[in-house]
């Protein structure tokens, strides 16, 4: 794809993942609309973006919300005049076991890691199919490997991994390439209160990015679906 000719929607797009891709992809001359929660993380982003010569757009929303998601594939549409590469990144986790796991936190996370992923995702397609496009899936390897005391998110990311290879095989034919990326840990504020001392073994948000730019700038015939992308060498438990 080329992507100085490409419109991109990135969720999750303030912090970690979601903002190291938006950046990479504005670098590369996209246009990016950016959606996540927080204003001021959206507004410092398209700064950078507009910086380094590239266009962006901020949608500050909650995923959760059918028009937000609705609302932010329209926008793109309307400033960028298309849609090619939607990167569903916006994504919650808990600890808790399921005995003290509340109703709220169970809806938070599955709206958030699954129903968001496929409102946005059907929002998306009629304009991704208008001249071939590309979704990227950011799930994790929580969704293969079951984690103790995490039973909601990685029932998520199970299911978001399902819903992905399902659309990957239904979209093949008409111009749309599916891929989910499993990373294992990446040093962003995804864990909330209690980082980890040393990062310095975690993958980057960067490298998930470069990732996402290299399977955009691969051959169009070559189409990989699914990747799983961990520390070379993990703490050791
Ligand atoms: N970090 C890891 O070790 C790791 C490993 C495997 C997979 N992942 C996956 O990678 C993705 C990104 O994680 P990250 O590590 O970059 O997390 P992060 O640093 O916490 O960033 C998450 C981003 O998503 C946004 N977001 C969260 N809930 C949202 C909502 N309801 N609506 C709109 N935006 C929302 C947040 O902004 P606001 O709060 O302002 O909305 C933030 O910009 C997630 O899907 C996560 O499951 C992360």
């Known amino acids: 794809m080329d992507l100085s000719e490409a419109s ?23 246009s990016v609309t950016a959606v996540s929660r ?28 059918a028009s937000v998601t609705d609302g932010a594939v329209a926008a793109a549409v309307d400033r960028f005049g298309g849609l090619q590469v939607l990167v569903n990144n916006a994504g919650v986790g808990a600890f808790a076991n399921v005995e003290d796991t509340r109703d709220e936190d169970w809806d938070r996370i599955i709206a958030t890691n699954l129903t968001a992923v496929f409102r946005l995702t059907r ?32 029932a998520s990311k199970a299911g978001l991994d399902h819903f992905s290879a399902s659309l990957m095989l239904e979209v093949r034919h008409r ?37 996402v730019i290299d399977l955009l700038e691969a051959r169009d015939a070559a189409h990989l679906s699914r990747l799983e992308m961990r520390p070379a060498r993990p703490q050791k438990r």
């Open 123 to 154: 929002a998306a397609l009629p304009h991704l199919m208008r001249r071939g496009g590309h979704v990227f899936m950011i799930s994790s390897l929580a969704g293969v490997n079951p984690i103790a005391g995490m039973a909601a998110y990685c």
């Open 8 to 30: 991109a929607l990135v969720t999750g797009a303030g912090r970690g993942i979601g903002r190291a891709v938006a950046l990479a992809l504005g670098r590369k001359g996209a």
């Open 38 to 65: 927080t204003a001021a993380d959206l507004d410092s982003l398209l700064g950078e973006i507009e910086a380094s010569g590239g266009r962006g757009l901020a949608f500050a929303g909650d995923v959760r919300d």
């Open 175 to 211: 111009g749309v390439k599916v891929t989910t990326i499993a990373p294992g840990s990446v040093d962003t504020s995804f864990r909330g209160a209690a980082p980890a001392a040393d990062t310095s073994w975690m993958l980057t948000p960067e490298d998930i990015a470069g990732t």
